[in-house]
């Protein structure tokens, strides 16, 4: 069954969530903020949770603490088409602005597999990759999330966009590249770079044997908006792998990518604008591991424990 919504990319910042996301609507275009939500009496006390969408990607961050930092294991790309009157300009201002105060992990420059791409860690540590696509290139949309398989998920990028495809099942494989002999850290025959289609999202995946230091973690977290309590029991029993990492809806794959599994009811709840409801509906979900929606319901309808 296709999803009911795109997969919702989910970050978490200590405090700085809201200022954040009207950072990132600032620099990419069709951009908005579409809700801000305080939880109240979270173990990390209260909590400002922001819906956003940018160049036509939804997000969602949180601030929650200081529990969590991104790394470049999951980066956003950003795709500019050479054939758009001013897009070289638009990439050195989108890079200007997410380099200022950011840290260029790959100069702007000329590489083999494009004339003009970087790599950026912006002023919250959040991971870019601007690239100048070929045109000849198969469609894409503007923001794909990357996952960079190291450490110990290192070589497994082209199993898990399998892995990921069985599990969504509207899916499709897009392209695939592979390192050849003779590359000091990577093996031949493990991805340069993957792409996949999950429902209407698409993600690349890419394998890198250089020892960062760095893996997978919670700050960035995939969000799946479900149906019911079927369609959350089914995408749980096949990505939650690790049990101690089961809280408030969230699960850890067997590569230690982060997901949250949700009914799309919570996020109408919570978005209500009904604080008494918010707070009902946020000491319900706290006690949980996989979501409950009928006790969901329940709490927003102000029934069950107080």
Request: net charge negative; glycine share 10%.
């Amino acid at each position: 069954m296709p999803l009911v919504k795109p997969i919702t990319p989910h970050l978490w910042f200590d405090t700085q969530a809201r200022e954040a996301a009207a950072f990132y609507c600032g620099v990419f275009p069709d951009s908005r903020i579409a809700s801000v939500v305080r939880l109240r009496g979270t173990p990390s006390g209260d909590c400002d949770v922001v819906n956003f969408v940018l160049h036509g990607q939804p997000f969602m961050a949180i601030s929650a603490g200081p529990y969590f930092t991104f790394n470049p294991s999951i980066s956003f790309m950003v795709r500019f088409d050479p054939r758009t009157p001013g897009s070289r300009e638009r990439l050195e201002a989108t890079w200007a602005a997410l380099t200022d105060g950011g840290t260029a992990l790959m100069p702007l420059d000329a590489y083999p597999f494009s004339p003009y791409y970087g790599w950026a860690q912006d002023r919250y540590g959040l991971s870019w990759q601007l690239i100048t696509v070929d045109p000849a290139a198969p469609p894409r949309p503007a923001i794909v999330p990357v996952l960079m398989f190291t450490g110990e998920a290192y070589g497994k990028a082209e199993e898990a966009g399998a892995f990921y495809r069985e599990v969504f099942g509207d899916a499709e494989a897009g392209e695939m590249a592979r390192y050849p002999e003779g590359m000091p850290h990577d093996r031949a025959g493990t991805v340069t770079y993957s792409d996949f289609r999950l429902g209407p999202t698409w993600f690349g995946a890419m394998d890198s044997g250089y020892p960062h230091g760095f893996g997978f973690n919670e700050a960035v977290s995939f969000l799946v908006h479900c149906r019911d309590q079927d369609e959350i029991d089914r995408y749980w029993v096949r990505l939650s792998a690790v049990p101690e990492a089961e809280q408030c809806g969230w699960c850890k794959d067997r590569f230690g990518v982060s997901w949250q599994i949700s009914p799309v009811v919570l996020d109408a709840l919570m978005t209500s604008g009904d604080a008494a409801v918010v707070d009902r509906v946020t000491r319900a979900f706290l006690g949980m591991k996989k979501l409950d929606v009928a006790a969901i319901e329940a709490a927003g309808r102000g029934e069950g424990p107080a």
